[in-house]
């Protein structure tokens, strides 16, 4: 394994590369479906926080721990940010799936320099269910994680050690959401998916970290999920983990 594939510099400029490759003309139309996903999810999150965040901040503090605003309410507000943009990332991935399945297949080829038409020429619809099935299990995995994390946030006083808890949380699982398709693609199971990532933990929450700062990105959290599938199948290439 290349040593250089470890570095943050190299994900960095893996993630920075993914742009470019969802732009290449064989890539782009595996896109544009999940782009407007997310463009309406997201719109359906920023409006119910400007609907609702006003009102939780008011009650979120009782008057006798009033003094502890200024460390409480910033915390809090990062807290809502960083839950709501995300959960809203992992609806769109969901539904975008399929996508995203096809997407990894397309980027791979290309990186093979192989014809990217042939390459993604399997029945759309007969892989679909393959792919919602693999995206459901690692929703699953995901929720029994972060049901508790996220009832930690929501407590005044606690949610300063289980902020870090959830960001960290965060990264990994947005890792490992998206090199999954890439390894769906070669019939890796989900078990294996872990161990190939485990590897490498520190460059796989390094990535996912980057991901998670691309999510609360206006704008570019609308393009963010899919230049991360790119460049998660970017990286796993150049490592040979797809074989």
């Known amino acids: 394994m290349n040593p250089d594939t470890q570095s943050f510099l190299y994900l960095i400029r893996s993630f920075i590369a993914g742009i470019t490759l969802i732009r290449q003309p064989g890539l782009r139309r595996f896109v544009i479906i999940p782009l407007l996903i997310n463009t309406a999810l997201f719109s359906l999150a920023a409006w119910l926080l400007w609907s609702y965040l006003s009102t939780a901040l008011d009650a ?23 839950i709501v943009f995300y959960s809203f990332t992992l609806l769109a991935n969901i539904i975008a799936a ?15 320099g192989g014809p990217i038409a042939e390459a993604t020429s399997g029945s759309f619809f007969k892989d679909a269910p393959k ?67 485990n ?34 199948t970017k990286i796993l290439f ?3 983990e797809l074989g």
């Open 131 to 197: 792919m919602l099935a693999s995206e459901v299990r690692r929703l699953s995995y995901y929720l029994l994680r972060a049901v508790p994390l996220l009832l930690l946030t929501l407590i005044p006083g606690v949610n300063m050690i289980s902020l870090p808890l959830w960001l960290m949380f965060s990264a990994w699982f947005l890792s490992f959401e998206y090199s999954a398709y890439g390894l769906d693609n070669h019939h890796v199971l989900f078990q294996q998916q872990k161990q190939i990532l």
């Open 60 to 82: 979120l503090l009782p008057s006798w721990l009033a003094w502890l605003a200024w460390l409480v309410l910033p915390l809090f507000l990062l807290s809502i940010l960083s």
């Open 98 to 112: 399929p996508f995203y399945g096809k997407l990894a297949q397309a980027v791979e080829a290309h990186l093979k």
């Open 199 to 232: 590897r490498t933990k520190l460059s796989t929450m390094s990535f996912g970290g980057i991901s998670l700062l691309a999510t609360t990105i206006p704008v570019v959290n609308l393009f963010a999920p899919a230049i991360a599938v790119a460049a998660a």
């Open 238 to 240: 150049e490592r040979g």
